[in-house]
């Protein structure tokens, strides 16, 4: 068998490690092991690579300078990616995510940039220019195009995640799709350029600045709770990015692995989109398109009950089933340790404590999980909306804190509601509610809120960490 | 099976630029699908251990990196294709050791 058989071999195990790690994810025991195969897989396809033709031809001519070189990279790249893997506190994994996607986007450009120097430079245009049209030519423009958007695109995600004071306003110019509207246009032009004449190094650069002014453009008029689909999305382009390379140098196992992320990228945005009950094209591109006909005045006048943390204490005394229902606001007020202590405190009398996380819960999917268990509150107690949807009606006391739009009854019983139809937690369905909040502020949505009006809520109104803690020295007095 | 082998071995012999997008773009559709089918059964409290998981694995453009900066072929390639390598190598390393991170606080506390 050829060197070049054994590589293409060891790319196949790659690969198929890499499937194998995505299907253990699928549970959170053995998902330890499909993280582990799948960075088994990885080392494997970057050994391989080592073996690669133009690779060991160049250690030939060169000595071991080229493998030097590129383990001084390797150490570089993956003593930085793994110091600030580990440096970083749970409730910013999101912009972390956002910050290795656009480091994977922007390797993608450099790789399809560093293929076209080396192809256009053998050449020598303009006597014996590169083909135009060819999988090259096209596959190059593509990578530049992508890895350009997912690397600006993530670079202002990261910073509206981490909430720079730069990004704290959305962009909201009225000429911006006029403007985006240029820059497709530019896009566009420039791509059909680099295919049609793939020996210009200038007009693949070119087309990057467009790509780049593109992703900054595109992500920053997106608001702050938008932000999981934007990370999905970023998350699947880095993956095409990656298979788009793949095409350019010729290389399954970039392609297999590239589509694979597009593949759970795709499905993730699909999902959020689903859970917030909006469309793709509605969270790219507009604002949410709603004015909010309905003043909440009519709906809480005379009818909101405000309870102090000893009477909600005294409820909480009573109860046997607490479900605890804990939104975007707690990750912001960083509450999730407090909660832990509350829980902790009605586990000791003797109630049954469980969490109902709804899929948008957090600022990127699956969130609220990770910062609940960061919390050692243990993956079991954590609850999928449709599975606890149905056990509300024997719920004796619901807590949401720092949740608003994802248990608004509206969703199910107003047609005519911007939210109806969207999947909601039915809070209002148990004993008694409590709602932690700060004001009677609409949500996201700009729409009141009924539940905070029914006659079984008790408002809390407080910061959601300081409430949390007032309820459990209350409870431990009581 | 043994009908098809030359067959296989002939084409990729003479294959000619046509027949090699196809077969990447085959390898490109499948993928997706498995991709598709797989990850559609990942539970939603696993979703962010899975993004940064799958974000790890697009840092397999390193292999693309290796190839392009250790042949050597130009300065400007080099470098490109170096800056390559680092960037790709921080997507690699930061992505697998921080789904190991989130994963490690789902396993139950030995306490």
Known sequence: MSSQAWINLAYLLAAMLFIVAFKLMTGPRTAVKGNYLGAVGMAIAIIAACFEKPVVESMTANGSWPLIMLAIGGMIGGGIGATMALKYPMTGMPQMVALLNGFGGAASVFVAGAELWNASAAARP?????APWTQFAIATALTGLIGAVTFWGSLVAFGKLEELPQFKKAWTDPNRHWINIGLAVATLLLIWGVCANPSSNLLFWLLVVAGSALGCTLTLPIGGADMPVVICLLNSYSGLAAAAAGFVIDNSVLVIAGSLVGASGLILTAIMCQAMNRSLVGVLFGGLGTTATVSGDDIYAGKVKSASSEEIAMVLEGADRVVIVPGYGLAVAQAQHAVRELANALEKRGTTVEYAIHPVAGR????????????????????????????????????????NDVVNPAARTDPKSPIAGMPILDVDKAKTVVVVKRSLSPGFAGIPNPLFAADNTLMYFADGK???????????QG | MSLFLPLIADSIAAEDPAARFIRLLTVFLLAMWVGFEVITKVPQRLHTPLTSGSNAISGITAVGAIVVAGALATKGGTLLGFLAVVLAMINVAGGFVVTHRMLEMFQPKKK
């Open chain 1, 126 to 130: 303009p006597a014996d220019p590169l």
């Open chain 1, 364 to 403: 990127m999917p699956g969130h609220m999980n990770v910062l609940l268990a960061e919390a050692d509150i243990p993956y079991e107690k954590l609850r999928e909306m449709d599975d606890i949807n149905p056990t509300f009606p024997e719920t004796d006391v619901a807590i949401v804190i720092g949740a």
């Open chain 1, 466 to 476: 300081k409430a949390i803690l007032d309820l459990t020295a209350a409870l431990q």
